[in-house]
């Protein structure tokens, strides 16, 4: 997981699952997340998270 993988676990609480990677990203910029941030999420390659394990396991997917 890179450094803005990791760091965006703190903008994930509260979220509502499952989640889009649109609404992920909505989330985000909503709540602060940086520009390296938003460009992980972004980066991501699944759609659709239908729970917080879903979303890690994603996260860990990210160069």
Known sequence: MTDSGAALH???AGLDYP???EDLIRWCQENGAST??????????????SS???????LR???
């Open 19 to 21: 989640v889009s990677r």
């Open 61 to 63: 997917t990210l160069p």
């Open 10 to 12: 703190e903008y994930l």
């Open 36 to 49: 390296e941030q938003l460009q992980a999420v972004r980066a991501l390659p699944v759609e659709q998270f």
């Open 52 to 58: 917080p394990t879903e979303l890690t396991e994603a």
